[in-house]
């Protein structure tokens, strides 16, 4: 079945760094991958969408600068915090199209 | 748009007992339905999906769910629960079968009492 792989699983970083996180697809070409956010205790709300070769499309609200998606393959895509602050603290996780799979998730904590 | 809600924020049930989830969905035409378990801090993991035919779906783990078009419903029954089946369950909603992209309810947190 479609496996996505996801990492790093957890990083600390401090505030005004920036940090990338990596999503693969491992047995599947992925033209389109998602980006999900989840709060504590909260369900997913989908960022953005990447888009292989292309630009990504950003939910609304959704601050397109400050959350860099990158899709240069068609088996990864990137998404970058830039100049972390501590509200953007989360968990990110992404899903391929093969099979609705989701990645395992990235827990970002900024201090 | 669509939309899904799962009324049950927390539900609370013996092992060995039967587990009943609910999800309801708002959306005009067919919709895709999934069901997902998340550990904490893991990922999500499929149970089920529905795209079409027979209205009752079996997934992993002995779950399986039903929809009902009528009642807008897709619930999520198992008939006998494990301590290991307490996690959290994400029932969720796709409107285009090649577009992937799904809407999500707020969750359901199972516990399961000795």
């Known amino acids: 079945g479609a496996v996505v792989s996801q990492h790093p699983s957890w990083v600390i970083c401090k505030s005004g760094t920036s940090v990338k996180i990596e999503c693969r697809s491992l047995?599947?070409?992925?033209?389109?991958m998602f980006w999900y956010r989840q709060f504590p205790k909260q369900s997913l709300m989908l960022m953005a969408t990447s888009n292989e070769g292309s630009k990504a499309t950003y939910e609304q609200g959704v601050e397109k600068d400050k959350f860099l998606i990158n899709h240069a393959s068609l088996t990864l895509s990137t998404l970058t915090v830039t100049s972390a602050h501590p509200e953007d603290s989360s968990f990110y996780i992404c899903?391929?199209?093969?099979?609705?799979?989701f990645g395992s998730g990235t827990r970002l904590t900024v201090v | 748009a669509q939309s899904v809600t799962q009324p049950d924020i927390h539900i609370t049930v013996s092992e060995g007992a039967s587990l009943e989830l609910r999800c309801n969905y708002s959306y005009g035409a067919t919709p895709y339905l999934f069901w997902y378990v998340q550990s904490p801090g893991q990922g999500l993991q499929l149970l089920l999906k529905?795209?079409?035919?027979?209205?009752l779906v079996q997934g992993i783990k002995g779950f399986e769910a039903e929809f009902k078009r009528s009642q807008s419903s897709f619930n999520l029954r198992k008939p006998s629960v494990h301590w290991s089946d307490a996690a959290e369950y994400f029932c969720a909603v796709g409107s285009d079968l090649n577009d992937y992209k799904l809407s999500f309810g707020a969750g359901t947190t199972v516990t399961v009492r000795a």
């Open positions: 529905y795209f079409s035919g027979d209205t």
């Open positions: 899903s391929g199209g093969g099979g609705y799979t």
């Open positions: 047995d599947f070409q992925a033209t389109t």
